[in-house]
Each structure stands twice: as C-alpha cells, then as structure tokens.
C-alpha cells in the first residue's frame, strides 16, 4: 500500500493543476468561515437584542458544526481535483502501464 501511495505522490507532486486546487481548497475553507464570522458579528452590532436569540455559531460545542456545515459548500474542489487526477491517468496511459506491470485494479 505504501509502494501505491508513494508511485501515486511521484506522479503529484509536480502537478501544477493538483496544488493550484488543493490551495483554493484550503483558502477557500478559511475564508467562508470568516466570512461568516463576519456576518454573524455585524447582525450583532446592528441588533444587540438578537444575540440573546441566536446563538454564536463559532463557540464551542456549535463550532464543529458550523465549520463542518461551512466546509460541506466547498467540497466541489477535491472531486474537481479527482477528476483531474483520474483524466490524467487516461490521459497518459498509466492506468494501462500499471495492468501491464502486474499491478491489480
């Protein structure tokens, strides 16, 4: 399994399209969270008599939920970075390669 996981790293590790996407994913995960942090901060200040009514989302115990919930909206990055990953597997030929050199499905 290591070997497999090694190969698929080498075949990574130099491709622009695979870090430029992981990046995004990140930011992107960091910045909807602020974004609403934000929000929830500004309807605050505008109406103190709603924090008595909602709750803030990024306090513990909600925090794990929010993030989760924020972070769902987001998960269109890592199947854009398996597609990629797979088209080029087709792409080059590799998927073939591995069948001829004894390597299982």
Sequence with gaps: MIKHLQTEWLKIKNYRAFWIFLGLYLISIVAIN???FYIYNETIRQEPMMASQ??????????WHTVGFMGSWLLYFPGIIIILLTSNEFNFKTHRQNIIDGWSR
Excluded: D, G, L, T
Aim: aromatic share 24%; net charge positive.
């Design 34 to 36: 602020y974004i609403a």
């Design 54 to 63: 909602i709750k803030n989302p990024y306090a513990f115990p909600n925090v």
